[in-house]
Structures are given as structure tokens and as C-alpha cells.
């Protein structure tokens, strides 16, 4: 007599994980829901271009050639080819040294404007008066006090994210939940440990706000600090092809501006994401 081995679920069984996981269909929504306005936009330049209406605006081949000549070089070979890099990283060495002069100074100072009341009154009137000024009015005094060059680029980055940092910061120190403030006490906290443990951390939602908005106002400020004659940067670049004419060169500028802007943006959100995980606020 033979015992029999029943297998007919072991073979789908075993088909079944080693079936590879499907791909949700949700994860592409937000892909295509982003995809949808620039191929409108996309698709409106083309066809403005295409009916003669808009003469100077070259179409969007047109700027896509230039681009890729602006990168890679080879079909124009004039001054602009395959110079992108270079412009590229000039302007970001600008933007970020401004940037993380401009956090450095602002975000302690918002930190003592939010917290403390005497240097509240003696300083913010001052930074209100001085706020409304446009950064490019300050382009012929930074030219003045830093000469022509990097230097009046990355001053006029400073002031272009130093605002909305500072002003975050205070917003997010004055606008701590004062229950926190009674459960440290009760816990034993006080001084110096009541600022860097309670005011802080709820601060830095506000904080990270501000970062955000100071990284994208100084992206927007470069074209105006490289006009203090620098030679190289995107801003440079965009002024040159002003001289020239050269429109598709002035549009790729301003896509790859926007582009590295972009990335910028989401490498601080990814740090804001990193940092703020335990607030369940957050998300």
C-alpha cells in the first residue's frame, strides 16, 4: 500500500510568491497630475509659435536644441557651447554661500526676536523699515561695498533669503504652545534647556518654512546679483544672450534655473521630512 502526497496547492502556491509585486497605479497619479500642466503650457507655445504671432519667441525644438548645445556642446560651437556646467556651478556656489550665510545669521537672530522682548522692540522696527526695500536697489550699494564680482552676487543673495528665514523664525518661536512651556517647568526644565528643548524643536516647522522660501527667493535674486560683473553664471549668461538677442539662449537659462531650483527645494523639504518625523502635525 502507497501513501500519496496531495500537491495540487503547492505548485500555485509556490508560483504566487515568486510572482514579482504589480506596481500600484496610485504611485504614477501624482507623475501624470504634474505632467499635465507643463504639456498644456508645452503645447500652447507651440502652437503660438507655430501661427507667426510671437516672432521672437523661438519654439520649443528650438530652445530644446539650444539647450542640449548649451550642455553637450556640437551643433552651434560658439561661446555657449557645452558651457552649462560651469555657468551652472557658479551661480550655485553663489546662491548656497549666500544661502547658508543668510541662515546662519538669521535663524539665531530669529530665535532671540522671538524669545526675548527687549531685542524684539530694539530690533524689529529696523528689519520692518528695511524689508519692503527691493533687492535691486541695493545692487548699486553692494557694487559700491563689495566692488564688482562674486562677492555683490552672493551679498544680494544674502539679503534675498535673509527675510523670509528671519521672519519664519520669529513666527515659529512666538507662536509655541504655551502648555509646552508649563510641561517642561513641571518636568524641571528651565533656562537655557527650556530653549534649546521645548522652543526650538516646535520652532522648526516655521524654521524649515522659512528655508524653504529663503532657498527660492536667493535662485530668483541670482539673475539680478550676477548683472555686478562676474563673468560666468546663469544669471551672466542670460544677460549676455539679452546683448546678443539670443532668446532660446535666455529661456534655457531660466529652465535650468528653474530646474536646480526645484531640486534645491526638494533636497530641504527631504531634510525637513528627515528632521520632523516625530510631529505628528507633520506630513
Known sequence: MTATVDTTDATPQRAEAAAPPAVSRGAWRPVALALIFPACVLALWEFVTASGRLRIVPPPYDVAV???????GGIYDDAFSGTLYIHLLASMRRVYGGFALAA???IPLGLLIGRIKVIRQMLDPTFQILRPIPVTAWLPLSMIFFGLGPSSAIS???LGAFYPILLNTVFGVRHVDPK???AAAMLGCSGSAMFRRVVLPAALPSIFNGLRLGLGFAWVVIVVGEMTGVPV???AAIMDARTLS?????ISGMIVIGIAG???DRLVLALNNRLLGWNVQHG
Open 180 to 182: 509646552l512651556f508649563e
Open 104 to 106: 546662519l545669521v538669521a
Open 262 to 264: 526645484f531640486v534645491s
Open 156 to 158: 544680494l543673495v544674502f
Open 246 to 250: 539670443r532668446t532660446d539662449l535666455i
Open 66 to 72: 539650444m539647450m542640449w548645445d548649451f550642455a553637450f
Open 233 to 235: 553664471g546663469l544669471g
